[in-house]
C-alpha cells in the first residue's frame, strides 16, 4: 500500500538536491558517463546519469538495480523505439529542474509548504517515480528515503569530479564509483568498470504435451507476423490502484500489409507472460505456423523461445514493428 512522505523526508530530499545543483553537474558529465552508488546492506547499486549538457532537460536520473539499468541502455542503443512505446523502459527515480509550468499541484504544494523560494527557468526543483505501464507520479515515502540516501552520496562523488579532480574515463566504459568500506567504515569515490550483468529474462516451457503435439502438427503457413505488448497513452485513474495506469494491449500484426490479426487488452489484474502466449497458441492454432514471428525486444522474444523452437518457428527482434507501431500512433492521432 502507498504511503506518502512526510515534510520532514522531503525536506532531506529537498536540501541535497539543492547542493547538487549548486555544482552544475551537466557542466562536467554527460548522460552517459554513469554514476554508481553502492549503498551498505544493498546487494545490487543505484546507477545515475546526469543529464543537460545538451542544453536542454537538466536532470538526474537515478535507476535501482541492474535491471533498471539494463531499461535505460534498451533505449540508448535502440534509437528506433518509437515514443510512445518508450515508457515500457522507464523503471526509474528522476530528479528535475525546470520550469514552474511543468509542476503539478502536489509538487507546487510541497515545495510551498518547504518554504522554498525557485526563480527562473531550469531552477525548480521536482522529482518524478517512473515505472512500467504507470503514469509518472509523485515519488512515495519509501522512495523518497531511498532517493536521499543516493543523493547523498552522489552529492559527494560529484564534488571528488568536480572540484578534486577524480580522473574517471568515461570514454572506456568505466563508471565513477561510491562505495562504503565497512572494515575501514569510510566511504570512497574511485574510477572502476561499469558493472552491469545481462538481463535474465524469463523462458516459460509449455508443460501439456497434447497441445505441443497440436501445435506441431499445424501447417506452415509462410507467413510473418508481428506480437508485442504495447502501452496506450491514456490515462486510466482507478481508486483500487496506487497510481494511475497506462492501458496495455497484446497485438497480433501481418508484416506484409500491417493488417491487425488480433488484439487483447490486459488489465493490471492480467498476466501478461500468460496473455502473449495464449495469443500466440490460438493464432497457430486457427492459421497455422508463421514462418517468422517479429518481436520488439528479448523480453518477448524469451516468453515465445520455448514454443518457437519446438514448432521451428523463427524469430526476429526488431525495434520497430510497422502495423503494430501504426496502430499505436493512429489511435493516438483519432484521441487528438
Not at 527562473?120 to 517515480?129: L, P
Not at 497484446?250 to 495469443?279: F, K, Q, R, W, Y
Amino acid at each position: 500500500m502507498r504511503k506518502e512522505a512526510t515534510l520532514a523526508q522531503w525536506k532531506d530530499l529537498y536540501e541535497v538536491a539543492i547542493r547538487i545543483k549548486e555544482l552544475k553537474p551537466w557542466e562536467y558529465l554527460w548522460d552517459m558517463d554513469i554514476i554508481t552508488i553502492m549503498l551498505p546492506d544493498r546487494e545490487e547499486p543505484y546507477y545515475c546519469s546526469i543529464m543537460g549538457r545538451a542544453g536542454e532537460c537538466f536532470s538526474i536520473g537515478t535507476y535501482a538495480g541492474f535491471d533498471a539499468m539494463n531499461d535505460f541502455f534498451e533505449v540508448v542503443e535502440n534509437p528506433d523505439i518509437p515514443p510512445e512505446q518508450v515508457l515500457r523502459y522507464q523503471n526509474n527515480m528522476m530528479c528535475y529542474f525546470g520550469n514552474r509550468d511543468e509542476l503539478t499541484k502536489k509538487e507546487w504544494n510541497i515545495i510551498k509548504d518547504l518554504g522554498l523560494k525557485f526563480r527562473g527557468k531550469n531552477n525548480w526543483i521536482y522529482f518524478h517515480s517512473f515505472k512500467t505501464g504507470y503514469v509518472p507520479y509523485l515519488l512515495d515515502a519509501k522512495q523518497v528515503v531511498a532517493l536521499t540516501e543516493v543523493f547523498r552520496q552522489l552529492y559527494m562523488a560529484l564534488r571528488a569530479y568536480i572540484e578534486r579532480g577524480l580522473q574517471v574515463d568515461f570514454e572506456k566504459g568505466n563508471t565513477l564509483l561510491r562505495k562504503y568500506d565497512k572494515t575501514k567504515e569510510l566511504w570512497y569515490s574511485y574510477e572502476s568498470q561499469l558493472l552491469l550483468p545481462p538481463r535474465q529474462y524469463l523462458v516459460p516451457v509449455l508443460q501439456d504435451d497434447l497441445l505441443m503435439a497440436r501445435l506441431k502438427k499445424q501447417k506452415k503457413t509462410g507467413e510473418q507476423i508481428e506480437i508485442d505488448i504495447v502501452y496506450l497513452n491514456v490515462v486510466i485513474n482507478d481508486k483500487k490502484l496506487e497510481r494511475p495506469v497506462y492501458p496495455k494491449m497484446c497485438i497480433v500484426a501481418d508484416c506484409n500489409n500491417g493488417m491487425l490479426i488480433d488484439h487483447e487488452m490486459i488489465s493490471p489484474e492480467d498476466d501478461e507472460v500468460e496473455v502473449i502466449l495464449n495469443t500466440i497458441i490460438n493464432y497457430i492454432l486457427q492459421v497455422g505456423k508463421p514462418e517468422i514471428i517479429h518481436v520488439r525486444d528479448e523480453y518477448v522474444e524469451a516468453l515465445l523461445s520455448d514454443i518457437c523452437k519446438r514448432t521451428n518457428i523463427k524469430t526476429k527482434m526488431e525495434s520497430s514493428l510497422r502495423g503494430i507501431d501504426t496502430f499505436v500512433r493512429n489511435f493516438e492521432h483519432r484521441r487528438v
